[in-house]
Nanobody, 115 residues
Framework: QVQLVESGGGLVQSGGSLRLSCAASGVIFSSVIMSWYRQAPGNQRELVARITSYGSTNYADAVKGRFTISRDNVKNTVFLQMNSLKPEDTALYYC?????????WGQGTQVTVSS
């Protein structure tokens, strides 16, 4: 079955950096649209970044210029490099795989940014 496992979250100070990873299995990874979402307490889950099978990317306005999504189709892994982190970035970050009309989700990894 499709399985997504996130890692790399943690506690950092404002202005710091983190690199999230999402390892995918059970999919033809190179053909899958991969995304990162996040959800803070009391908020809806929001799209952070997305990368297509051929490498096209898009980002939420709140993270443009600070976050970079990338993928390694050999290792079946998608990354989210997060720089210049702000307390507002604190959330549970989820990896998402879109296969046809179906979305698959990881369990999430917590990112906490202290001021």
């Amino acid at each position: 079955q499709v399985q997504l496992v996130e890692s790399g979250g943690g506690l950092v100070q404002s202005g710091g950096s983190l690199r999230l990873s999402c390892a995918a299995s059970g999919v033809i990874f190179s053909s899958v649209i991969m995304s990162w979402y996040r959800q803070a307490p009391g908020n809806q889950r929001e799209l952070v970044a997305r990368i297509t099978s051929y490498g096209s990317t898009n980002y939420a306005d709140a993270v443009k210029g600070r976050f970079t999504i990338s993928r390694d189709n050999v290792k079946n892994t998608v990354f989210l490099q997060m720089n210049s982190l702000k307390p507002e970035d604190t959330a549970l970050y989820y990896c998402n795989a879109r296969i046809l009309a179906t979305n698959f989700w990881g369990q999430g990894t917590q990112v906490t940014v202290s001021s």
